[in-house]
């Protein structure tokens, strides 16, 4: 691996790291709890190899939803959802934010077609809140 790529994997575990910290978290481990609860309340919605989403969504969410379903291959062992913003706030609770607010646009959750004792959670952050080369992330962001 070149050592511009190296660097670039050192500062971003770094990164992420400094941001979530070593170990176990009570906050990392009841997010888990949240993603396994729902993928068990989608279990007959799920379909191996695809991303679904939910009923409703804002046309911001279905525009960068259909640009990430385009640029994006699954693999046919994961299931998986899109978790817009939206439906993370209703969730959790939040105020709905404008769109000048927004610091995210959503989250891809997946796991293991058999299982969900391992669930990968990809947040599509914005900037400022956006590794230092997000090119990838606006592409797709500003569909």
Known sequence: MEAKK????IYL???????????PSEIVSGWHELL????????HYLKAGKIIIFQN?????????????RATTVSDKVVGFYLPPSVRRQMMGE?????????DVGSVV???????DIIVNALFALPPFTPRDPKPIR?????
């Open 57 to 69: 969504l804002t046309a911001q969410e279905m525009a960068f939803f259909e640009a990430l379903s």
């Open 95 to 103: 105020e709905l934010l404008d769109n000048s607010e927004a610091t």
């Open 110 to 116: 997946t796991s293991h077609t058999d299982m969900q």
């Open 139 to 143: 592409k797709l962001s500003t569909v």
């Open 6 to 9: 190296i660097n670039e994997n």
């Open 36 to 43: 396994r609860s729902l993928f068990q309340q989608m279990a």
């Open 13 to 23: 575990s770094e990164t992420v790291e400094h941001r979530v910290g070593v170990g």
